[in-house]
């Protein structure tokens, strides 16, 4: 599976962004957003089930950012609202190695296929 990232920009602090990443084929496996800061580990940002019903969020991004799907185009999705500087990073969208059902993983390892990530930058 490949997949592609897009969306990403400068906006300033309070601003909103909508991130997208197209698998190159049918996922029935979770998927999930990732970011990076500079001089920082990957860390979990959000997690999808294959079929929408069921999704998690780190507590630093809860109630700002919403994350859904589109099976029939194959696309994740990562609305993000009420952004902050510290929202600052390289976002990777990625889809799980194995199916989960209704409990996406929350963890970088369960994760096989990435995409290329995509930068965000808030301004303060």
């Known amino acids: 599976v490949q997949l592609q990232a897009s969306g990403g920009g400068l906006v300033p602090a309070g601003g909103s962004l909508r991130l997208s990443c197209a698998a190159s084929?049918?996922?029935?496996?979770?998927m999930g957003w990732f970011r990076q800061a500079p001089g920082k580990e990957r860390v979990f940002v959000a997690s999808?089930?294959?079929?929408?019903?069921?999704?998690y969020y780190a507590n630093s991004v809860k109630g700002r950012f919403t994350i859904s799907r589109d099976n029939a185009k194959n696309t994740v999705y990562l609305q993000m609202n009420n952004l902050k500087p510290e929202d600052t990073a390289v976002y990777y969208c990625?889809?799980?190695?194995?199916?989960?059902?209704?409990?996406?993983?929350?963890?970088?390892?369960?994760?096989?296929?990435w995409g290329q990530g995509t930068q965000v930058t808030v301004s303060s």
């Open positions: 990625a889809v799980e190695s194995n199916y989960s059902g209704s409990y996406p993983s929350v963890f970088t390892y369960e994760y096989d296929y």
């Open positions: 084929e049918r996922t029935f496996n979770g």
């Open positions: 999808i089930s294959w079929s929408g019903d069921s999704s």
